[in-house]
Each structure stands twice: as C-alpha cells, then as structure tokens.
C-alpha cells in the first residue's frame, strides 16, 4: 500500500474521504468545482511568490508525474550533491510493508551530519492559509518522519510558510506522537474491508469530491448527520442511546439525552422537536417561541410591515480582504415597490466609493430597518467603518435598525431543513434562486475571473446571485411574521 502526505490531510479531515480516494470508484467523484480551481491555482501562485522571495536558487527533480521511485531517485541524487533547496522532492520509505510517500514543498539545506555528509535537509510546508492548522502540522511532521529515514538525520527546524507570514516553527516533539498515532490510525482504517460510515457535515463536506456520492447515500438511508444539530459527537451518542432513526429521536424523552455529553436539555429538546420537524416536513415553534403579546410585540417591532424596508447581502474577496459588493434591496410597502441596488466595486480600489454610497443609500430611509441573514453584515459595517474612520454618528444608529433574521429564525421556529443557511430555509419556504450554481464560494471565484478576464457576464452573475440572495432574505422575513401572525391567533 501506498500512502501519501495528501491522504493524512485528507484522513484528518474525513476518514471516508481517505478510504475513498483509495478504493472508491472515481467515476463517481464531483467535478471539481470552480472555487477548488481557483484555490488551486492561488496556491500555486503563492508558491510562486515564496520561492521568488527565497534566499537561495532552488532546483526541482524531473520525474515522470506520479512515478515515485523515479522522483525518490532524482531527489535523492539532488540531496547527495547537496543542492541548497529542493522544490518538490520525493522521499520514500517503507514501514510494516506501506511506501511512506512525502513530497516536502522544500528541502532546505542546513549544516549538520546526514548520511550524505555534514549537511542535512529540514522539510517546509507552504501554505495559502494563514493559520498554522493541526492538519497541516501534522503533516510536515509526517515530512520529517520520512525525510529522517532517507537522510539518517533528524533537522531541529521543521516549518510553514503561511501566506504573508514569517515562516512558523513547529514543535515536532509536541506534534510527532500525534502524527504517529493518525497514521497508524489511517493504515489501519485504509486496509480495512469496508468504508467508515458516511457522516455529512456541511463544513466538512463542501469541497469534497465524494459529496454526492456520500450525500446520495446519507438520503437514502435517511441518515442523522442530515439533522441539523446532530454533530458527529452527539451523533455517537445518539447511537450510543440506539437511536438511530428520526422516528425514534422524534419520541425520544429528552432527559435521556440530557447529561450526554455534547447536549444539555435544551439541545436534547431541540434536536427531538428538530426530528419532529423533519419527519412530517412540517414547521414548529421552538421551547423559547413566544407567547401572546410577546408574538404581538415582535409582529409591531421588528418584524412589522414598515413604510420602506431594506434587505442588504454583502460579497467579499477574503484574499484580497475586499468588501466588493453592497447589494440593497428596497422595499416599498407603500407605493408597492421593488427596488434593487448593486453598489458594486469592479476594482479593488472601488472599495471605499461602494461604501460611501451604503451609507448614503441607508441614510436616504433613515428608519427603515435592515434585514440581513448572519452576523456578518453587521460586522462588516464596524470593519468598514473603522477602516475608513466613518463618524460613528453614521454607525451607531444603524445597529439598532439592524434585524438578523437567522437569529430570529433560529431562535423561534424549528424546520424541515437539512441546515440554516439561507439557501436551505428560503428553498423551503418555495424561493428559487435563478442560477442554481450560485453560492458564496462561486461568487468568489466568479469576481476574480472578472478581475483576470475583463468578461462583464462573471459580474453580472454575482449581481443576480447577490439580489437573489436579498429577495430570498425578504421571503423569509415575509413567511417569519405571517407563521408568528398564525401561532398568536
Ligand atoms: S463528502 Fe463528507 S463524508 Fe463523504 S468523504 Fe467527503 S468529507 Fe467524508
């Protein structure tokens, strides 16, 4: 068996994933999306800028692509005339009858005592991240793991090089018995007969080539990590409980599930109403839904039909760190209008203009309050203002025209969905989005196409998904005040 640094990432992630880039059958693998491409390529051009920024040439073995004996060769070859720095060398050994396999980003020449003389190589992971995860810690350390067996040294720096960042040190000691216990662990999960079982995690599973294959398999045998809530901690104990269907979570007494770990009788309570929900397709109040004139009161306030309302979406670059995009949808219940705004920045250095117009844009209605869905709106805003030193006279009353209508949604009605995104609720709630591709990791990539190509369409398809993102934000809002209207009645 073969095992490469790529499968312990990708075992660190999801065990399946592992089992199934290894015996699973490829022709049932997504395509890889645009916005995998697109990290691909950034992270090939940060490798670019890295060894550009070097202070020493660098020197790559030619090998034929995936013939790693070859490459082990070359590398080695390399290694022995003491080449100062190696760009994506092969190492090789063999335990317990697996090929270790590591291809180190670097190989940095250091002084010291190897097998090939007084220099030795320590190993460098490169990084579009800019966070030192365990995953990747793990797996310079297994770098080092082989590199000691072909070099017969072992080199005191092991490093990341995190994008726009001063290389970062690992502590090998601390991480190396960590490492040691997810290999043996993985071998050992890669030479058993059958897959782990599917466990869907929407983080997790996003930009997995297999989720498809993994979702179309979780649907069919009605799964619970599709159950918003279950976490693969509850999940075990869930299991633990021999629970394993909605029918019986859904009549499960929730002090049973009370002093489980990851619960606590609210999450007990949740996840049973949540199992209800689901099963009859059906919408639910939550425990904490309120009562009588606590209904009337949301339905005058907050969630009441104001003259004017607005409904705000906002896209971001995160690599460029770019708020681009301000979209604004105006809703006039009065003249019974429509009206969307796309305050758009097509060049980084728009930023600051598609601010300046938010804000007159929110001003124009200076009561109106704000629907958005998630925190982020809101904390973009402070970002923004504080970057561009916003008087605070200009801030401080919007936070209180702000209305999150996740936080409602969540905080009042339990659904039949597979998750609280936006796109899962409205979709329930029968709204359409009009490009079925659109998301927020596509609008990325799409807006970087735009800054490559020049091509207008990638633009224009960011504004579509961005309006259709402030009307479904709208639907919900419509169909929140209408199910309280109904509860209080
Ligand atoms: S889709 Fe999710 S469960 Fe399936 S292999 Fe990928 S990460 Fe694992």
């Not at 990539?445 to 309006?467: K, M, P």
């Amino acid at each position: 068996m073969l095992l490469t640094a790529e499968l312990l990432l990708n075992y660190q992630r999801c065990n399946r994933r592992a089992f199934l880039d290894v015996h699973g059958d490829k022709s049932l693998r997504d395509e890889t999306s645009d916005y995998v491409v697109k990290l691909i390529q950034d992270s090939s051009e940060n490798q670019k800028t890295v060894l550009t920024g070097l202070d020493r040439p660098y020197e790559r073995p030619q090998f034929k692509s995936r013939d790693w004996a070859a490459g082990a060769e070359a590398t080695i070859a390399m290694m022995a005339q003491g080449v100062e720095c190696i760009y994506q060398g092969v190492l090789l050994t063999e335990e317990n009858g697996v090929t270790l396999v590591s291809r180190p980003d670097l190989l940095l020449r250091q002084p010291g005592l190897s097998r090939f003389g007084d220099w030795l190589y320590s190993p460098v992971e490169i990084k579009l991240s800019k966070r030192s995860k365990a995953e990747y810690q793990v797996v310079v350390a297994y770098h080092m793991k082989v590199l000691a067996a072909v070099q017969e040294a072992w080199s005191e720096s092991v490093q990341i090089y995190l994008k726009d960042k001063p290389p970062s040190d690992i502590d090998l000691w601390e991480v190396y018995p960590r490492m040691e216990e997810i290999l043996q662990s993985c071998i050992q999960e890669l030479q058993s007969p059958t897959p782990p079982e599917v466990f869907i995690s929407r983080n997790r599973c996003a930009l997995c080539q297999w989720y498809t294959d993994c979702y179309n398999l979780a649907k069919s045998t009605n799964h619970l990590s599709l159950l918003p809530g279950v976490t693969q901690v509850r999940y075990n104990e869930l299991v633990n409980f021999h629970i394993h269907d909605l029918e019986t979570l859904s009549t499960t007494e929730p002090k049973l599930l009370d002093n489980a770990p990851g619960f606590g009788p609210d999450m007990a309570k949740r996840l049973i109403r949540q199992a209800q929900s689901s099963l009859n397709d059906i919408a639910l109040p939550t425990e904490a839904f309120p009562q009588g004139r606590s209904i009337e009161h949301l339905l005058r306030t907050e969630l009441s039909d104001s003259p004017i309302e607005l409904y705000f979406d906002i896209e971001s670059e995160p690599s460029l760190e770019l708020i681009y995009l301000h979209g604004v949808l105006v809703v006039d219940r009065v003249n019974k209008t429509e009206e969307f705004h796309a305050l758009l920045a097509e060049t980084p250095d728009g930023e600051a203009r598609v601010w300046q117009e938010f804000l007159d844009l929110v001003w124009r209605y200076p009561t109106a309050p704000i629907y958005h869905f998630c925190p982020y709106e809101v904390q973009t805003v402070n970002k923004l203002a504080k970057q561009y030193e916003t008087d605070r006279s200009l801030i401080e009353p919007l936070m209180s025209r702000f209305v999150d209508l996740h936080e409602r949604v969540t905080r009042l009605v339990v659904l039949p969905v597979e998750g609280y995104a936006l796109k899962a609720i409205a979709k329930w709630m029968g709204f359409t989005w009009r490009d079925e591709r659109a998301n927020g990791a596509q609008s990325i990539y799409w807006y970087a196409q735009w800054l490559t190509t020049g091509d207008r369409e990638f633009l224009e398809s960011i504004v579509v998904y961005n309006e259709d993102d402030c009307r479904a934000t709208h639907r919900m809002k419509d169909w929140l005040a209408e199910f309280l209207t109904k509860q209080g009645i």
